[in-house]
């Protein structure tokens, strides 16, 4: 799994590298999708079947902007489904995004 950090309101970039039996990039059988966002309070924010974007022979990326205000502070999984190369089965990769506060205190004021 990879672990990526963020602030509210930044756009998320991530990349997937897919590789064949001798360790080489190359394309995914199908186009990687992205199957869900699942958000701190463990909803699924954004119910997905987004296609990644093909950069590169076997590189894929993804984007999607982070809520902003202190409701967007947590961990945050982005769930991949590829089609593995060389055993034509499904694979999965997984991003945590942590969103931490930018600086000092953060939060919403009722006053």
Known sequence: MNILSYTPGQK???????K???GYRTDS???PLVKNIYFPDLTDGYLTTDTMTKVTDGIY???FTLPRGADA??????DVVYT????T????AGYQIICIAPFGN??????
């Open 61 to 63: 990326t993804y984007q």
């Open 12 to 18: 998320v970039t991530i990349f997937l590298e897919v």
């Open 73 to 78: 502070i947590g961990s945050y999984f982005v």
């Open 20 to 22: 064949d039996s001798d």
């Open 29 to 31: 059988l199908t186009t």
């Open 84 to 87: 593995d190369p060389v055993t």
């Open 89 to 92: 089965d499904f694979a999965f």
């Open 106 to 111: 953060y939060g919403i004021s009722t006053a």
